[in-house]
């Protein structure tokens, strides 16, 4: 159950904190007082989307918490315990939505997510309000209902995971058949270009190797007469250098005999000549490898002119050698590819008929459970709403499937944008849809000797409340969560009927904490602890106050005042005093 609110800084409350405990605790007062202000801040601490425009004005950020006792058993103290919270602490949950847009979720004082949110407090509250009776007139949100009554969405979620693991596979079915005429067109020109790659007999970096080649080549006989300079200058002509440093050696060593310092300067240039002439033999040999023959140089250009070509029409912008070698083996893998397109549609085509085999077993039960439990809830439903003061009231739920087309115009075009409707998505001639092969209604006639038709067609206000209340009622014994609030639960009833809803929410109660705005007398006398709610100005700001109404007297003069308004006389306190007896 809730076992304290605290909201800080949010719409027009300032600050407020109260403690709730088990039984019907209603909550009263004007108009616009900021009653919802309060069921939306318990809306957010369940996972609710945050707004900006919901921080007080003129503050940087709004502060919801809110604290809930935690059973040992429940699914709750599971999921605690899955991540390492300890559920005997309780469960202490804030949340703070800040004007810059930075929103924080502190679970248990540890920053958390508002996945995690959701998950954890699933089945701790559940608020039906406006929006609830009006999401009740959406036949989307039928399919749900009868589902958690069914209790079938274990079988439910297997649809879902087979139907997201087959339509991807038909869709790649599809886009391989459609593609795989038009590649088998292209494979003739891809083997033209292999063959024309391949026949290059390309080596990587050849390019260049060419490049320094061919300007070697064009330079020859330049090269050829300094290298033939420079052996005459060290070795051939009269008076070479090895000549000279001969002489220098034989008088260094001459003199070395009175002057060892000379001796090893004639040692030191002995090896220096011993290099110079290693160096010499080197120019002799790179002197050979010059060649000076034209038709050498001309092939030379021939391939390096081939080269270029190629790589300008397989390099894109790049144009390089590497780039080439990546086209061809893109050209390979795409050649590769499309070779084994038809094996892999085969593969994919038994998996895929596989696949829609069992969606089709799953989807089927699915439907007959859901057709069972449709019986079920209908005839509860129907008794319920009796005891709400619609006596006559036929209740239906309507689980019809949708045939398929036997000639659709252009089945490839169906598969995409009506996926569902794709002929290994059906099952005896019955569309499989993401959630099966039904489509859930619920119909209601509220007089004799009508027929049952669509909530959204017939159902009045007063009618649709009540018809949330029963469904609630039911729902709450598959599902059970430890607290009900109610806003607008007594939208256009009065009267008689008013006070049987009253009735019923007391009787809800008894097993669960309810928390419901009323503006009704009849439904307020109900409850086991009774709050006011009104606008009251502090310091030039306006803020909502909530108080709690523990006194006879104080709880008296609030019914009086729902019943009479601002004038309460003597005989409207003692009738509100009577409906509190």
Avoid: W
């Avoid at 057709?371 to 439903?381: D, I, N, V």
């Avoid at 006879?552 to 309460?568: L, Q």
Wanted: with cysteine; glycine share 6%.
């Amino acid at each position: 159950m809730l076992g304290e609110l605290a909201i800080k800084n949010f719409a027009i409350i300032d600050d407020l904190r109260i403690s709730f405990s088990n039984g019907l605790s209603v909550l009263t007062g004007e108009t616009g007082a900021g009653k919802s202000i309060i069921i939306e801040a318990v809306n957010l601490l369940l996972g609710g989307r945050a707004s900006t425009d919901l921080v007080r004005t003129g503050e940087k950020q709004a502060e919801l918490e809110a604290f809930f006792p935690i059973e040992p058993d429940s699914s709750a103290a599971k999921i605690m315990r899955a991540y390492d919270l300890d559920p005997f602490e309780g469960l202490m949950i804030r949340r703070i939505i800040a004007v810059n847009g930075r929103h924080r979720i502190f679970v248990n004082s540890r920053q958390s997510t508002i996945q995690f949110l959701k998950q954890v407090t699933r089945n701790l509250a559940s608020i039906s309000s406006q929006h609830a009776h009006q999401g009740l007139l959406n036949e989307e949100n039928h399919l749900d209902i009868l589902d958690t009554f069914a209790g079938t969405h274990t079988l439910r979620n297997t649809v879902q995971e087979l139907y997201g693991e087959l339509l991807p596979l038909l869709k790649n079915i599809y886009e391989l058949k459609a593609g795989i005429e038009k590649a088998i067109e292209d494979n003739e020109f891809i083997r033209y270009q292999i063959d024309e790659i391949e026949s290059a007999q390309l080596k990587p970096d050849e390019d260049e190797a060419l490049e320094t080649e061919r300007n070697r080549l064009k330079n020859g006989t330049e090269i050829y007469e300094s290298l033939n300079s420079a052996m005459d200058e060290i070795y051939s002509k009269d008076g070479s250098v090895l000549e000279r440093l001969g002489k220098i050696r034989a008088d260094f060593e001459k003199h070395g005999v009175v002057d060892k310092a000379l001796s090893r300067m004639a040692e030191t240039l002995s090896r220096s000549m011993l290099e110079l002439e290693d160096f010499n033999h080197e120019l002799r040999r790179h002197c050979d490898t010059v060649d000076l023959n034209p038709d050498i140089l001309e092939e030379t250009e021939v391939r390096l002119d081939f080269i270029q070509k190629l790589k300008r029409k397989y390099g894109g912008h790049s144009a390089t050698l590497d780039a080439v070698f990546k086209k061809y083996k893109e050209l390979k893998s795409t050649l590769s590819g499309t070779e084994n397109m038809a094996g892999q549609i085969e593969q994919m085509e038994e998996k895929a008929e596989v696949l829609s085999a069992e969606i089709g077993r799953k989807a089927i039960e699915l439907s007959g459970q859901r057709q069972k439990a449709a019986l079920e809830l209908a005839t509860l439903a129907e008794g319920e709403l009796k005891s709400l003061e619609m006596e006559n009231t036929r209740f239906r739920i309507s689980v019809t499937q949708v045939k398929k087309e036997t000639k659709p115009e252009d089945p490839q075009k169906e598969l995409f944008f009506d996926p569902l409707a794709s002929p290994l998505l059906t099952v005896n001639g019955m569309k499989i849809f993401q959630n099966g092969i039904d489509r859930v209604s619920f119909l209601m006639a509220p007089n004799l000797g009508e027929q049952p038709r669509p909530l959204s067609r017939i159902a009045s206000g007063g009618e649709l409340s009540r018809v949330v209340l029963a469904l609630k009622a039911i729902l709450t014994e598959t599902e059970p969560v430890g607290t009900l609030v109610f806003d607008e639960v007594d939208s256009g009833i009065g009267g008689r009927t008013a006070d049987k809803v009253g009735m019923k929410l007391k009787l809800l109660s008894e097993k669960y904490q309810l928390l419901c705005i009323t503006h009704l007398t009849q439904i307020a006398r109900y409850g086991t602890h009774h709050y006011r709610i009104e606008k009251k100005v502090i310091n030039n700001r306006t803020s909502t106050v909530i108080t709690p109404l523990k006194e006879t007297g104080d709880r008296i003069r609030e019914i009086a005042r729902m019943m009479g308004g601002s004038n309460i006389s003597q005989a409207t306190l003692d009738h509100a005093a009577e409906m509190l007896e």
